[in-house]
């Protein structure tokens, strides 16, 4: 028996050092990869370029038309045209930076659908204000994404905090997490938002921020990381994702991480 015991123990503690050494951020596109030839922020090429990376998931900003319509796009205006004040058939014919057409988010899901591996990061972006509006979008986003089956892998975040408090209430099993890097962990974890997804610059200012996220059981993302040693530091740190317009060049930064970490 004792013999067995002293088993069980070794066997428990390679398994807590393994596990020590494998925790490690996942790996998220910002906008997709687009920071290849002929990219786009956003454009159905960067999604598909974002599976081919094998990234852990690809995050992308969505918008609500005038009359309703969801489109793929960071900025809210797409060649001067205000995205949230414009009905879609005006828009349906813009085209983005590398030529492709602006994508709705139905267009960008049926396209999702055949990566199953990977994760979708859905940024909600509005301009109008209000608890109303921010009702009337997350409820079309989520149906939207639900309608595709996809809600199992979609994760959504916003810089609203009425979008991401709806969320919470309407969808409590959902990810959701906050953007704007001014609301303590504590204080989200009341609302039911289950993440912080927060600039690095805010996060760099005060890193024990990690902790506190993580005591409160929150998620920990950082966005956007395009710099070798502030991917390393953050590594370090001991956050969960990483958002970066770099995905490939963080992916050899995590592996060479984690094997310098088991050469120790
Ligand atoms: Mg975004």
Redesign the pocket.
Known sequence: MKTMRKLILFIGVVLLSVSTLVAQPKVVA??GHWDVENGAHNSISSLYRAYEARVYGT???VWMTADGELVVF?DDKINGLPIAKTNYAELREQKISNGELLPTLDNFLIIAKNFPEMRLIL?I?SNIAGEEYAKTLSEAVIEKVEAHNLAYRTDY?AFNLDICKHIAKIRPSANIAYLNGDVEPAELKEWGINGIDYSHSVMFKDLDMVKRAHDNGLSVNVWTVNDPSMMRKLIDAGVDYITTDKPVLLQQIIREFHNSNIKK
Request: hydrophobic content about 20%.
């Open positions: 910002h906008r995050e992308f900003d960071h940024e972006k975040i």
